[in-house]
């Protein structure tokens, strides 16, 4: 005697099941939908500091001068940055893009001053004057990340290097031996206490002496 055919049913599963299942899963998407948006976000923000940064660089070389742009890695993606090509919000970003250095080989007038004012990641500067004084310091003061700061043919008066003061990420100052002597150093150091100043060969360029953070 053969057994009966037994009958295949379908998986059943209760209404409240169901609707869990929906929660979680509107949940997870919207979650991704938030994600992806961050990251573009980012992405916009990151693109718009990049052409800034290069725009201001081109506008600085017609007047003379010259910028190294650079894209510097301050940390390591996370997986979920990894997973949706995000590159960290403005607090927190991956890297930022910097001008490293600048040579500016005329005297800082205006038109060159509004250029060095977009570049507010520059942490290099050496300045050329023609005059033999430079004038007009206070406008570097939208530089907060600006680090070291070379002069070539000037000398720094007492109002120019109170101006230094604002500059509070300034780590040193490099004068060439041509035009500073040891007493400026001093005079300098008087007034900035903590800058290292640094008198060095009139032969070695402004170019040469712009030293990048490590």
């Known amino acids: 005697m053969t057994d009966p055919p037994v009958k295949c049913r379908w998986y059943q599963y209760r209404l409240r099941t169901l609707l869990g299942v929906m929660l979680v899963s509107c949940i997870l998407f ?3 939908g938030v994600r992806m948006k961050q990251a573009r976000d980012n992405r916009a923000r990151a693109a718009a500091s990049e052409k800034a940064i290069k725009k201001a660089a081109g506008q600085l070389e017609k007047l003379g001068g010259h910028v190294c742009v650079a894209y510097i890695k301050k940390r ?17 970003s991956v890297g930022v893009w910097e001008g490293i250095a600048a040579a500016i080989t005329t005297d800082l007038d205006n038109a060159m001053a509004r250029r060095l004012r977009r570049l507010t990641n520059l942490n290099g500067l050496a300045l050329v004057t023609t005059s033999g004084v430079v004038h007009d310091l206070e406008q570097l003061k939208a530089l907060k990340g600006l680090q070291f700061l070379c ?12 101006h230094l003061q604002s500059l509070k990420s300034l780590r040193a100052v490099v004068l060439d031996d041509a035009w500073g002597t040891a007493e400026d150093v001093q005079r300098i150091k008087s007034f900035l206490p903590d800058l290292e100043v640094e008198l060095v060969d009139d032969s070695r360029t402004a170019s040469n002496r712009v ?4």
């Open 151 to 162: 002069l070539d043919n000037a000398r720094l008066t007492d109002d120019e290097i109170r």
């Open 211 to 214: 030293a990048v953070p490590r």
């Open 30 to 32: 919207a979650w991704i």
């Open 76 to 92: 390591p993606h996370t997986w979920l940055e990894e997973l949706f090509d995000d590159p960290g919000n403005a607090t927190d």
